[in-house]
């Protein structure tokens, strides 16, 4: 094990939140009762917002920043984990309040911890992450709610260019629904036709202020962009429909009215990865482990070294990152 190793830290700097990589210890690390080699990260548009200072994601300062960790654990104080176990972590406030996963070495609480599927690598998590991750929380969340049928009403899903898009197209198309994809960019049209979309919508035309009560078009949606487009698609969904909400990529604000909910009992289903409990969790690494289609996966996925970070959190700001980037940790 290296006495040092690089962690991309995230520090006060005349009183604002600046990253930057830095040589650290094990003994630097958080007295928590899991020690994981870290193998692959994740980057999010949340990552982009605390890796730029564009966002204060961290909560307390000094903090390594990262979302997500895929890893092996070396050594534990639990008896549910032992040296050599393969995990996954998404969440849990990794990066705000909780120490994250751009480091080579992490200690973390045993309870936050999945074991890695069979059906995955440790790439292959992370070329999932929290975004896929949360796409099956919001699949599940519809198909609970009951009320979206294959080879009947359109499925919608927003934002469908990106992390939790991509994936919850290429989940919801395995299903057998009829999914149609908003994005703003033609020249995806052909990656997410790929995924599963049969049908697209110009964002543009989603984010325009529309009436209370439109017509009825989706029998549910997965939503990663909030605001206008929230209200828009929810004034749009069908009698009986539901959608599952994730995001706020277009602004945390939701200019609608309760229209939608007590005429045509529309549902609004929020989605959270964070804190989500353990057993949505194993529930959603099961769903993807049985329905996300492995060429699908590789499709949406490039790998990149750690050491590219502060250029790719700017990239995804600026909406120039197409589905998963998964970090190779120590490069």
């Excluded at 309870?111 to 699949?139: H, N």
């Excluded at 529930?283 to 329905?291: M, Q």
Aim: net charge neutral; with cysteine.
């Amino acid at each position: 094990m290296s006495d040092t190793f690089t962690a991309l830290m995230i520090e006060d700097e005349g009183g604002k939140p600046k990253a930057a990589f830095k040589q650290i210890t094990i003994a630097d690390l958080p007295d928590h009762d899991v020690l994981v080699e870290v193998a692959f990260s994740t980057l999010n548009y949340k990552d982009g917002l605390a890796v730029s200072g564009k966002g204060r994601i961290a909560r307390k300062l000094p903090m390594v920043a990262g979302i997500d960790i895929a890893g092996t654990v070396v050594e534990s104080r639990s008896d549910k984990w032992k040296a050599g176990d393969k995990v996954v972590l998404n969440g849990w406030g990794l990066s705000e309040t909780e120490w994250g996963g751009y480091t080579r070495f992490q200690r973390v609480k045993p309870e936050w911890l999945i074991r890695l599927p069979d059906a995955f690598s440790l790439q292959d998590a992370m070329a999932i992450g929290t975004a896929g991750y949360t796409a099956a929380l919001c699949v599940d969340a519809l198909e609970a709610w009951g009320t979206i049928a294959a080879d009947q009403r359109e499925v919608l899903v927003t934002g469908a260019a990106g992390g939790v898009g991509s994936t919850a197209i290429a989940l919801l198309a395995k299903r057998g629904y009829k999914v149609t994809a908003a994005t703003g960019r033609p020249e995806t049209h052909d990656y997410l036709t790929k995924l599963g979309a049969t049908a697209f919508v110009d964002r543009a035309t989603l984010s325009e202020k529309g009436g209370p009560l439109q017509k009825e078009r989706w029998a549910g949606a997965v939503d990663s962009v909030g605001s206008t487009t929230l209200a828009n698609v929810l004034s749009q969904t069908v009698y009986g429909g539901a959608v599952a909400a994730c995001g706020l990529a277009g602004g945390a604000d939701l200019p609608a009215t309760v229209l939608p909910h007590i005429l045509r009992s529309v549902a609004l289903l929020g989605v959270d990865s964070v804190m989500a409990p353990i057993a949505k969790r194993e529930k959603a690494w099961e769903r993807l482990a049985r329905d996300l289609d492995r060429e699908a996966l590789s499709s949406i996925t490039r790998v990149e070294p750690m050491s590219r970070l502060p250029e790719l959190a700017n990239e995804i700001l600026a909406g120039q990152v197409r589905g998963r980037v998964v970090i190779e940790i120590g490069k």
